[in-house]
């Protein structure tokens, strides 16, 4: 089969055949139907985060869906033909072993949650770490009906955060630099936007999620909430920024990181798309073209997410 591998940190991706994965006792084989594309690739591939990644030369790719092709014999509640997602975590696909941009992958039976018939290829793939990141972070910071809450990037978590913050009933100040998107932010019925969280400084926000984590966006976050306020580190942009630790102590603020999600908060996602409650701002590409599209992200030209997906 073909796949899409990485031989070290600052190469380009390589597409070669590989042999297909075959499933051990308590392993999963799924043919890909759609694996989405995130900026967390980019570092993979610019040396950012290469050091996190189980070895190398991997098969990239960490939001994965498609449909069951061959089940070890030890594994039971999953049959071969059925839909299925793999939500991304550091010890799974395409960061702790060979990932979905590929012909096929295999995982653990843990890994693997099934996908509602009514949620499509192209949106089951992103909810497996954007839509599960966004709404994990949303968690973390105990977000509630009511809680004033800035975010920072309506990009591809961005944009699902504020539909899930929406039903949630929480108000929704976003922040987003990029004003090409804010019509499609707008769309989204949020309370105020602007190019810069500290706009919102007079809202006393209760929580601000930052999903960029470029410069001085945590800085911004930190400045701008409230009183006894927390602020929610997602987005990686920089891997190091400066802030005010005067303004943290006098403000008793809250300060987190939040990585990832569980299983549980996956299969929420994908019930809350199935329902028509949120969906991903998704851009379609080809297998054949995961490596430039990597590259696009790395150039800051994608509003949304780019999901690869097979005919």
Known sequence: MKAWRLLAAHEPLIYVDVPDPVAGPNEVVVEVKAAGICHTDVGYLDGTLTGILGFTPITLGHEIAGIVSELGADVTGFDVGQRVAIPATVAGPGTGTDGGFADKVKAFDYQVIPVPDAVPWEQAAPATDAGMTSYHALKVGGVKAGTRL???????????????????????????????????VEGLGVDGLAENIRDFTDKHLDVIVDYAGFDSTTDDAIETVGFRGTVVQVGMGTERTNISTTTMILKQLTYIGSNGGTNEDCAEVLDLIAAGTVSSHVEIVGFDDVYDAILRFERGEVNGRLVAMRP
């Not at 039903?167 to 929704?172: E, L, P």
Request: glycine share 20%; hydrophobic share 50%.
């Open 150 to 184: 800035g975010i920072i990037g309506a990009g591809g978590l961005g944009s699902l955060a504020i539909q899930f913050a929406k039903a949630i009933g929480a108000k929704i100040y976003v922040a987003e630099v990029n004003r090409g998107a804010w019509e499609r």
